[in-house]
């Protein structure tokens, strides 16, 4: 009987999942099915199922669809809720879950894929595992605070949302916008989620920050450095120990030195400060004005230079002072420290980023459950 390998045997078989190998029996069915030994080549490299399931019926060869799949490298998954089976890509995948949501695989692809339209550095990450766990974590900080978001948050980020679209079709034209987006294989709509995202996030921290909690930001600023919001006016006639970027010239110590004292003792003789500067400066941030820097934040200085601003009294020419630039010439034409309202968007935005580090890294790690982008 088994000589001819069974061609022809007539046996009852149940239909079941070929991926899991359950059964779901149907009552007396009953199909007339041949195995045969069949050579299976993907590629010009012979692979064979494991289980050895494979038979023709009515002319066609049935396969076990797992072998198939994992023969040509592609993952195989049933969803259960769609009733689907997905072999390669499965945009429904959960890859990350959270405290109150998950991430799917599309949810994810297609927010790495905007990243290509604002990270510059997108390109040259984007394969790079920690670059991707990073911004499944974005997305699950966009959503938790979104969640946390008031109407008015939402409101907000969907109007600056449009606004920048319609901003970004004004300059380059809607056909290149529209190049931009298919590049990246995104929609417009998709776009303005990612944007609304992203803008909910930032209003929510913004939001939260209180005018009593940006008062004691400053205060605690002046008490760490009370030259923190300070700033000046002053005239500045710098002798290089480079002559400038015009010549190879060099100077020593000593020769930059003699310079600085010939022009202090110039300005002690009433010259014009403005001229001077044109004349003898080597700083090319200053030499064309003069040697004037105006309202200038003292703490942007070197150290050296600093000091002689905070101390030195107004409206006199100083001793040279050293720096590893060369000597300095200073002349303090004012000298105040910014009020709390002058500084106020500076200490929000300070305090944006601080808040928003903090629920990076210390409330997220709580929140997120699982990440895993290997499948």
Do not use: C
């Not at 969907?158 to 920048?164: E, L, T």
């Not at 056909?175 to 929510?204: C, I, M, P, R, S």
């Amino acid at each position: 009987m088994m000589k001819d390998k069974v061609k022809g045997l007539i046996v009852g078989l149940t239909i079941g999942s070929l991926i899991s190998g359950t059964v779901a029996f149907a009552a007396s069915s009953q199909i007339e099915v041949a195995f045969r030994s069949l050579k299976y080549m993907f590629d010009g490299v012979e692979k064979t199922p494991a289980d050895g399931k494979s038979f023709v019926y009515e002319g066609t060869t049935y396969v076990p669809l797992r072998f198939v799949s994992e023969a040509l490298g592609k993952k195989v998954e049933w969803d259960e809720a769609n009733e689907t089976i997905w072999v390669g890509n499965n945009p429904n995948h959960i890859i990350a879950t959270y405290k109150g949501g998950n991430v799917t695989k599309g949810d994810f692809d297609t927010f790495f894929a905007l990243q290509a339209l604002f990270n510059s550095n997108h390109s040259t990450a984007k394969d790079d595992p920690e670059y991707q766990k990073s911004i499944v974590t974005q997305l699950i900080q966009n959503r938790i605070l979104y969640s946390r978001s008031s109407g008015a948050d939402q409101s907000a980020a969907k109007d600056s949302a449009a606004k920048q679209v319609s901003a970004w079709k004004a300059q380059f034209g809607d056909a290149k916008f529209q190049e931009d987006l298919k590049k990246v294989n995104v929609t417009e709509a998709q776009l303005q989620y990612f944007l609304v995202g992203n803008l909910t996030a930032q209003n929510v921290i913004k939001s939260s920050i209180t005018d009593a909690q940006l008062k004691a930001k400053y205060e605690d600023s002046l008490k760490l450095d009370k030259n923190a919001f300070t700033i000046a006016s002053v005239r500045h006639i710098l002798i290089g120990l480079n002559a400038g970027t015009e010549t190879s010239k060099t100077r020593t110590k000593e020769e930059a030195l003699k310079i600085a004292k010939d022009v202090q003792q110039k300005l002690k003789n009433g010259e014009d400060f403005a001229k001077l500067a044109k004349e003898y400066s080597d700083d090319p941030g200053s030499k064309d004005t003069g040697g004037l820097y105006a309202d200038a934040d003292v703490n942007q200085w070197v150290p050296e230079f600093k000091k002689a601003t905070i101390e030195q009294p107004v409206g006199t020419v100083g001793e040279p002072v050293e720096s590893q630039f060369g000597y300095h010439l200073i002349k303090v034409d004012s000298r105040s420290v910014k009020s709390f309202d002058a500084v106020k968007e500076q200490l929000r935005t300070a305090l944006e980023q601080e808040q928003f580090q903090q629920f990076s890294e210390k409330e997220m790690k709580d929140l997120i459950e699982n990440i895993d982008l290997s499948q």
